[in-house]
């Protein structure tokens, strides 16, 4: 079993939706977990950033962490074909370490 | 947030030849440095750890004398590929955990794109 798991996709939704991206985790020493937009040939930029459990909300974005079914969602409502891109999960360890990233999900607006 | 940039953003070489990608903090000091490959529509994989004044831990599968790691100050890391060949063409991106962050936070580069012909 991979560490981070993450359906690729794509998902492509019609503009307005509601989008709900998740990932699952095996590793239960993460304790810092991200989600990353990624446009083609660009590099990541971080959206959303939560400590532990819990829900964190920012704009149209609402980021979740469920550390007891090691479950991670990001919700982007009301959503934009601006918001075309690929979404990373991404996860991490106290200390020194690395983050780890799930596969990304491709998602698609379509106005 | 902190900034990290890289150079070059894209750079094309003939097979054979070494290709140096610089990673910079620009407004922070990063005693470690993350390298990262990440090959058309797949995640981004780990390739190295780079510390400032150490020898860089490499992943399994990643040859250190192919890919040299050098971090000789805490704003610079800079990625080498020896004698790079067609197969090592992909997106090079650094990260870094800036002081001014929060826990855990890294942030990146925008990348370095190599075409290997």
């Known amino acids: 079993q991979k560490e981070v798991e993450q359906d690729p996709g794509p998902l492509s939704v019609p503009e307005g939706a509601i989008v709900s991206l998740n990932c699952t985790y095996s590793n239960s020493a993460f304790q810092y977990f991200m989600w990353y937009r990624q446009y083609s040939r660009k590099g990541p930029e971080l959206l959303m950033y939560?400590?532990?459990?819990g829900n964190k909300e920012d704009g149209r974005f609402t980021a979740q962490v469920d550390k007891s079914s090691k479950y991670i969602s990001l919700f982007i409502r009301d959503s934009q074909p601006s918001d075309s891109a690929t979404y990373l999960c991404?996860?991490?360890?106290?200390?020194?370490?690395?983050?780890?990233f799930g596969k990304g999900t491709r998602l698609s607006v379509i106005a | 947030g902190a900034v990290v940039s890289q150079h070059p953003s894209w750079v094309i070489c003939k097979s054979g030849t070494s290709v140096k990608i610089e990673c910079r903090s620009l407004?922070?000091?990063?005693?470690?440095m993350f390298w990262y490959r990440q090959f058309p529509k797949q995640s981004l994989m780990l390739m190295a750890t780079s510390n400032e004044g150490s020898k860089a831990t490499y992943e399994q599968g990643v040859e250190k004398d192919k890919f040299l790691i050098n971090h000789a100050s805490l704003t610079l890391s800079t990625l080498t590929v020896t004698s790079a060949h067609p197969e090592d063409s992909s997106f090079y991106i650094c990260?870094?955990?800036?002081?001014?962050?929060?826990?855990?936070?890294?942030?990146f580069g925008e990348g370095s794109r190599l075409t290997v012909l």
């Open positions: 939560t400590y532990s459990s």
């Open positions: 990260s870094a955990e800036g002081t001014s962050g929060r826990g855990g936070e890294l942030f």
């Open positions: 407004d922070f000091q990063a005693t470690t």
């Open positions: 991404a996860m991490r360890s106290p200390g020194n370490t690395p983050l780890v």
